[in-house]
């Protein structure tokens, strides 16, 4: 059996036998285009690709939101305010308020403290200015442990 994945709701998708692509399916003006290697055929409906073909359409996922906030592309665990990206220090940067004068780092980070490494997530910026630090990753499997 080839199911029909979508990639764009109602507009595109790829054809797969098992976990080979062998084509695609895309609607143009009205007409969905089924494209198998060198053949194309054109169909009025998706139902009547299903009734002529062994194709079944799969149902699009709407994507979840990702959970959290962002900042650089660097999760956070809050919402981030003032979010910049520090040229000095090359870090993502944000406050949990909006007038606060705290700085936290996005990401994960591996800091080493009285000779001992820990992962932390979003840890404050003094915290990094005073110990060793490697980072941000964005995830704690981002570090390989010795």
């Known amino acids: 059996m080839v199911t029909a994945k979508p990639v764009v709701k109602n507009k595109f ?3 797969k036998d098992e976990d080979r692509k062998i084509g695609t399916v895309e609607k143009d003006r009205g007409t ?4 198998i290697a060198d053949h ?3 169909f009025k409906t ?3 690709i299903e009734n002529k073909t062994n194709i079944s359409f799969e149902q699009f996922a709407k994507q979840q939101k990702k959970q959290g906030y962002e900042v650089n592309g660097f ?3 809050s919402k981030p305010y003032n979010a910049v990206y520090n040229v000095k220090t090359r870090l993502p940067i944000f406050t949990k308020k909006p ?3 705290s700085w936290y780092a996005a ?3 591996k800091i080493n403290i009285k000779g001992r490494s820990k992962v932390v997530w979003c840890p404050k910026l003094i915290l990094l200015q005073r ?3 490697m980072g941000p990753v964005h995830s704690p499997q981002g570090f390989t442990y010795r």
């Open 131 to 133: 110990y060793q630090y």
């Open 107 to 109: 990401g994960y980070y």
């Open 46 to 48: 998706i139902k009547t």
């Open 13 to 15: 998708w790829i054809l």
């Open 75 to 77: 999760l956070t665990n």
């Open 99 to 101: 007038k606060s004068k």
């Open 40 to 42: 194309q055929a054109e």
């Open 32 to 35: 969905y285009i089924v494209k």
